[in-house]
């Protein structure tokens, strides 16, 4: 797995807890002593993350262990694939992000359809 991958992987975690705790970058960063921009780096996994904040981050998202924000080691090769979609998409515009999405969510429907027989 690589560094990339892994700080990767760590600020998805990372933002997905934040968001479901209903909690906005700001939010985090003063309950940690970073900054926005920190957090939001980290989060799109273009920050190293100092173990000292490590646990701060982990003890503000009120997570059980700091193991619950970090990916498993067997997961390398899938967060692969997901890092490069998620680059792919920062780099397009919001409406043609929206037609990407459009485009998936009818291929999912889809692919339902067909398992089901229609």
Known sequence: ???NT?????????SSRRKQLKLTQSDLASRTGLSRASIANMERGHQNVALHHLYAIASALNVASVSDLLPSLKAGTEFQEENDMMQTSEALSET??????DLIKKALRQ??????GR
Do not use: E, P
């Open 1 to 3: 797995m690589s560094n």
């Open 6 to 14: 892994i700080y990767t992987a760590f600020g998805g975690n990372m």
């Open 96 to 101: 043609s992000r929206a037609s990407v999405n």
């Open 111 to 116: 692919g339902d359809q067909k398992r089901q």
